[in-house]
């Protein structure tokens, strides 16, 4: 079996540390806000495209929803694959290149538009929009949008525009999010011309189609190389790669996702991206933008979820009235109303952001793919309770015998995947909550490290105490207090104040635990985790009352007033939660069951899956000795 590299824990964390861009050159609305700093200035007013970017994004739509009128996600979810002219189509349109220059063939599309794409397409079915997402968000055009050269560009990009399609290739068997195990080996051939790929990737979204991928593989460190991490091009029929397996999940039965074997795989050394031991920032900053498509596909969910609950709702009849017009249910309709409003008012303000380049959105990026994933698994349960025994039985299955083939199972199945998709919610805790406190560890220094003496302490405290004594002061009072602030807003100003005052308390709350646990903050994960996420509603909020703004609708306001209100209960729940939690508790119970004390809970059933095979596949770097299921749909 091949073995990972051994790593320690904080080996592992300077890894990471030193991957994530460290460097704050732009404003960040979401980093503001964790200050207790509400900087509606930066969202305010909402960003607004070109009227010829907008009219250019007009007709590719109108044409992509002509399109879509004729596929059948039926077709997809029955044969479990994507038809081939379904993908030679979207190709015909530029849908491969919305996001690249004209220059090199593309579209030359805002991110706003490419949203509004993906939205379209998950809407027909969800595997379309992660079939193009894999591409073009993660895919080989990102990472080299961010960090290619003009001949790598020059060379890849036009092939990518016209339905060469892409793959990003990081997580193995034993190696997640987690980086600093990663096995894959790219070892310097000897005539200093390429580098020679050895190793298996797990989960290739798309690389089962692939003609280009990225991937990332570790560089020995030697003489005339830095090594670490480092990002390649990768042709995908180069001798030595196999696809061994296509992989089958609970949802997105289309998905082209496979396990990708790399055997003594010439790689030219023009293809390494960004130079060497660069890999991981590259990731990490494709990722940044790339995690918006999460949040489309979500808001996408959301309006499709309002659309059959008001229909369904309005049809049923319970008790001699229909069922929309009973409490328990209006309540869910509402709550699905106004949180597909904040979803797509979240998704559109961070794509704006993003086009418009004054932000630094990498946290905004991050806490949209978080909520949204979040909310949008929640709205698609509600939707499921309202259709009742109709919403666990398949489309299918309705239409068979005469009745609206609606797939809200489908959907439950296929949104349960963007909880874990580009960073699980408990990664994406960490990251965000990193960056929320990275105001703090930078003046706390030493006394945030857990491996500091004494007399390093000392000086950290004297230099955070400089920092608290300007900071804090500022956190007593700010225009949340005055009633007469934010009255543009009308209705929403008390929304707007709320946050302003909102703020303040989370980074109160925030520099009490920073406080309180110093150097174990990071392994108060509950904590952090409740923060971030009061930092999720408030920028929801946000988005929510600026758009609300800009549309100028009583409609839209009503929306963005009653999801505030909904957001706000969440919120004091969270605060409460901040202090008063089970957090120890649960600690001390989980390390019993690990202990195996708790093993009687288990008994009086049976475990069918025992003897099939260990929890994490033997794999061995070297040839392979299956069949490659690899395909190809354009060329």
């Known amino acids: 079996m091949t073995v990972q590299p051994k790593v320690t824990e904080q080996e592992a964390r300077a890894l990471a540390e030193e991957s994530r861009e460290t460097d704050w ?21 909402h960003p607004q495209p070109t009227p010829e970017a907008a009219a250019k994004a007009e007709r590719f739509l109108g044409a992509l929803r002509e399109y879509c009128a004729t596929i059948d996600g039926a077709v997809i979810e029955r044969e479990a694959q994507i038809p081939d002219e379904y993908v030679k189509g979207l190709a015909g349109l530029g849908c491969f290149g919305i996001k690249i220059p004209e220059s090199y063939g593309g579209l030359g599309l805002t991110q706003v538009a490419y949203n509004r794409a993906l939205m379209l397409v998950g809407s027909v079915h969800p595997t379309l929009g992660v079939l193009l997402s894999a591409h073009q968000s993660i895919g080989v055009p990102e990472p080299l949008k961010l960090a290619g050269t003009p001949e790598q560009k020059e060379k890849f990009l036009p092939r990518c525009a016209k339905g060469a399609i892409t793959a990003f290739l990081l997580t193995e068997p034993d190696v997640g999010s987690d980086p600093a195990r990663l096995a894959t080996a790219a ?73 990708t074997r790399f055997h003594r795989v010439r790689v030219p050394k023009e293809n390494v991206v960004g130079g060497e031991g660069k ?23 959301g309006k499709w979820c309002l659309k059959i609950a008001r229909e369904w709702s309005a049809e049923r009849v319970q008790w001699g009235k229909p069922i929309a017009e009973h409490a328990a249910v209006a309540n869910k309709i509402s709550f699905i109303a106004a949180t597909t409003y904040a979803m797509e008012s979240v998704q559109e303000l961070s794509g704006h952001m993003s086009d418009e ?18 909310m949008s698994c929640k709205v698609a349960d509600e939707l499921m309770q309202i259709r009742g025994g109709r919403g666990y039985e398949t489309a299918a299955s309705l239409a068979a015998r005469g009745e609206r083939a609606v797939g809200v199972e489908q959907l439950v199945r296929d949104l349960r995947i963007n909880r874990i998709f580009e960073g699980s919610t408990e990664i994406m805790h960490l990251l965000i909550a990193r960056e929320a406190v990275d105001a703090h ?10 491996e500091a003496d004494l007399q390093a302490k000392a000086k950290a405290a004297a230099k955070a105490s400089g920092f608290y004594a300007k900071w804090l002061p500022q956190l007593v009072a700010g225009r949340g207090q005055n009633p007469a602030s934010f009255k543009e807003f009308g209705v929403l100003a008390p929304h707007l104040r ?32 409740r923060i971030v996420d009061i930092g999720a509603e408030l920028f929801a909020m946000a988005a929510g009352c600026v758009r609300a703004e800009m549309q100028d609708s009583a409609a839209a306001r009503e929306l963005a007033d009653v999801f505030c209100r909904q957001s706000r209960l969440r919120i004091e729940e969270l605060f409460n939660a901040l202090w008063d939690n089970t957090d120890d508790a649960d600690h001390d119970v989980t390390a019993q069951v690990l202990d195996g004390r708790y093993t009687w809970l288990e008994e009086g059933v049976f475990d069918p899956s025992e003897g099939t095979g260990p929890w994490i596949a033997d794999w061995r770097a070297g040839e392979s000795t299956e069949t490659s299921v690899a395909r190809r749909i354009l060329r």
């Not at 207790?36 to 969202?43: I, S």
């Not at 380049?357 to 979040?374: F, P, Q, Y």
């Not at 303040?504 to 904590?527: D, H, I, P, V």
């Open 357 to 374: 380049g004054r932000n630094d959105i990498r946290i905004e990026a991050a806490l949209a793919k978080l909520w949204a994933s979040e």
């Open 441 to 450: 560890l930078a003046a706390a220094g030493a006394l945030a490290d857990a």
């Open 498 to 529: 709320y946050i302003e005052r909102t703020s303040r308390k989370l980074a109160r709350s925030t520099f009490y635990g920073m406080a309180r646990w110093q150097a174990a903050l990071e392994k108060r994960q509950g904590f952090l985790g």
């Open 279 to 301: 890999g991981l920032k590259i990731a990490l900053a494709t990722l940044n933008t790339g995690r918006l498509s999460i949040p489309s596909m979500c808001a996408g969910a």
């Open 187 to 259: 070892v310097p051939t000897e005539d200093g011309e390429a580098y020679e790929l050895d190793g298996v990737k797990l989960w290739t979204t798309n690389g089962v189609v692939a003609e280009l991928v990225v991937v990332m593989a570790r560089v020995p460190k030697s003489e005339g190389h830095r090594g670490g991490v480092t990002a390649f091009i990768v042709e995908m029929d180069s001798p030595g790669i196999t696809v061994e397996r296509r992989n089958a999940f609970m949802g997105l039965r289309g998905i082209e996702n496979g396990v």
């Open 25 to 45: 050159r732009k404003p960040s609305f979401a980093k503001e806000l964790y200050l207790g700093r509400f900087r509606l200035d930066l969202v305010h007013p």
